[in-house]
């Protein structure tokens, strides 16, 4: 840290004159010590992919998703970060979806429902005593405006509609990953091939299992109806196999 750094890094409200907000910043670094995210978007559909951090054998596991949230019937989210502030958030975004649905009688715009909870987000940048969210996101839903969509958005509040995109550890690695061998006619099961590939060569650990991560998506069913799916780990397992990613387990003979 730098001796100028100091002197402008304990307010989230004072800009150092290179004009940087450290306390944003760091809110930042914190979310490059969590899970890997990573989204990709396909014609079929919206692929959302998390890894899961197990910090201890001891822990017991979690029968819920911890990087995977429904938002509404056709949004979902994947976080990285601290937990604790991306709950706060997700309930926010759920209120906010169901008060647009109740006020308008169908369901809110997928960049629409991102921009409000940037919104927030950003004010807790520019007022004094607060801190930024630590917590990034990846939106994956569909509108009958636009079809399907990806957003990433992080503590500045600041967010953008992505093809492809990564957010937690390993961030860089995966997004260069993605850059080479993202195709604009992917399908849904090519994404979801691609985001295991990039995952597997980005996380830390050396191996790759249904354990350690979480897969969900956002399609739409023949009938119209969007839905949003979490693989279970029966499934994942079959996928990491199909795919190349592990090894079969070896039968006992």
């Not at 607060?130 to 009958?144: E, T």
């Not at 079959?238 to 039968?251: I, R, S």
Request: aromatic share 10%; charged share 20%.
């Amino acid at each position: 840290m730098s001796i100028l750094s100091i002197a402008y890094d304990s307010r989230t409200t004072i800009f150092s004159p290179e004009g940087r907000l450290y306390q944003v910043e760091y809110a930042m670094e914190a979310i490059g010590n969590a899970g890997t995210a990573i989204g990709i978007l396909s014609k079929e559909g919206v692929v959302l992919v998390g890894e899961k951090k197990v910090t201890s054998k001891l822990l017991q596991t979690s029968t819920s998703t911890e990087k995977m949230y429904k938002i509404d019937d056709h949004v979902a989210c994947a976080v990285a970060g601290i937990m604790s502030d991306a709950n706060i958030l997700i309930n926010m975004a759920r209120v906010q979806a169901q008060r647009y649905t109740y006020a308008y009688q169908e369901p809110m715009p997928v960049e629409q429902l991102v921009q409000s909870l940037c919104d927030t987000k950003q004010g807790y940048t520019q007022f004094g005593g607060l801190r930024p969210f630590g917590v990034s996101f990846l939106f994956a839903g569909w509108d009958k405006n636009f079809g399907f969509q990806l957003f990433m958005s992080d503590p500045s509040g600041n967010y953008g509609g992505w093809k492809a995109a990564a957010i937690g550890a390993n961030n860089q690695a995966a997004q260069s990953m993605l850059k080479q061998d993202y195709k604009d006619d992917i399908t849904r099961e090519e994404a979801v091939q691609l985001a295991l590939k990039v995952l597997s060569k980005t996380m830390d650990s050396t191996s790759l299992t249904s354990d350690k991560l979480e897969l969900a998506e956002v399609f739409v069913l023949p009938s119209g109806e969007v839905k949003y799916q979490v693989r279970s780990p029966d499934s994942l397992s079959k996928l990491l196999v199909k795919f190349g990613v592990t090894q079969a387990p070896a039968e006992a003979s």
